[in-house]
């Protein structure tokens, strides 16, 4: 299994930054694809950013330009640099990881794996 925490959640004024950050760990063989989505209450889950394991990203339209998504994969971890944040940006950002485990001897997966969720809040 692969857990994922995240963190640099927080209350930012329209305009400001954050930095969100997602530690893997748990019986890994590799990781390929790592990313943030976000929710809002009675919508659904929408994808923010995405990197893949030899750096290729993609973004939604709504924050390229503002969101930038690395990762250090010796630490298994992913980032979401935020800047220019805007009210609707407000959201419940999920970090994921399509990932591969040790199982029993065996390697399984690739499975895909959530976090808990980081509350972001842009507002005056």
């Known amino acids: 299994q692969v857990q994922l925490v995240e963190s640099g959640g927080g209350l930012v004024q329209p305009g400001g930054s954050l930095r969100l950050s997602c530690a893997a760990s748990?019986?890994?063989?590799?990781?390929?694809?790592m990313g943030w989505y976000r929710q809002v209450p009675g919508k659904e889950r929408e994808l923010v950013a995405v990197i893949n394991s030899g750096g290729s990203t993609n973004y939604a339209d709504s924050v390229s330009g503002r969101f930038t998504i690395s990762r250090d994969n010796g630490k298994n971890t992913v980032y979401l640099q935020m800047n220019s944040l805007k009210p609707e940006d407000t959201a419940v950002y999920y970090c994921n990881c399509n990932a591969e485990v040790f199982s029993y001897g065996r390697i399984k997966g690739p499975s895909q794996y959530w976090g808990l969720g980081t509350q972001v809040t842009v507002s005056s």
């Open positions: 748990g019986s890994i063989f590799s990781i390929s694809a």
